[in-house]
């Protein structure tokens, strides 16, 4: 890591990393640069009955046609994480779409617990049935994908699984004319460490043609 000044002089320097030089992962410069991110708040059912909940902020939209959502996380240190696991094993998992009121029990849902141990019980969170697949959705999630597994790809020590969305829950607060209404989401977007960003500031730019 070097620090250079700019030719013209107005700025200070830049910090450069040569990432084959750099000892340790780029972990933090990933999740602090590369904000704010969505949450995927993935629910899954283990083979044994047990129902997952935890959140993801390596989360986009894969696909439209077809509807693919990816999330990706991080092995850990045995291997899969319960999420992606249930996820290989049933074929099918829920993704919840994180609003402001959610922001403590998302985070709650982000400990570390035994495999036969639910976070929805941890976060005292109502389950609510999906239509299209077994494991529930967060009852009050104004947003929800239910999918199925369309693949799981390994890249480095991270888990890349893309599922095809299959039945979509709106809450009716969040529509208008039978729309998804951007105004009325309140999302909640994950910065570094332990911050957080609201969408609640929004401004519009037209797209040149």
């Known amino acids: 890591m070097t620090e250079t000044d700019s030719e013209n002089g107005e700025r ?5 990393i040569d ?24 629910s899954t059912r283990s083979e044994d009955g047990i129902d997952n909940l935890a959140p993801y902020s390596f989360f986009t939209v894969a696909s439209v046609e077809p509807p ?4 990706a996380p991080v092995d ?11 996820a290989r094993d049933t074929g099918e998992f829920v993704v ?10 998302m985070n709650e849902t982000s400990a570390t617990l035994p495999a036969g141990e639910s976070e929805f019980d941890r976060a005292d969170l109502e389950r609510a049935d999906s239509s299209a697949v077994d494991p529930p959705r967060v009852a009050g999630a104004k947003v929800a994908f239910e999918c199925t597994l369309h ?26 004319d039978g729309k998804i209404d951007v ?3 309140e999302a909640v977007g994950r910065l570094a460490g332990s911050l957080y960003a609201r969408t609640e500031d929004r401004f519009s730019l037209e797209r040149p043609p």
């Open 12 to 16: 200070a320097g830049s910090l450069e």
């Open 76 to 86: 850990g240190a045995d291997g899969l994480k319960d999420t992606p696991r249930n």
């Open 19 to 42: 990432v084959d030089d750099r000892d340790g992962s780029l972990y933090r410069v990933l999740s602090s640069a590369v904000v704010p991110r969505p949450i995927a708040w993935v």
């Open 96 to 105: 919840n779409l994180v609003t402001e009121e959610f922001a403590d029990a």
């Open 151 to 176: 693949d799981l790809v390994d890249v480095g020590g991270s888990t890349l699984v893309l599922g095809e969305v299959r039945h979509v829950h709106l809450e009716e607060s969040v529509t208008s």
């Open 68 to 71: 693919v959502l990816l999330f």
């Open 183 to 185: 105004d009325e989401i």
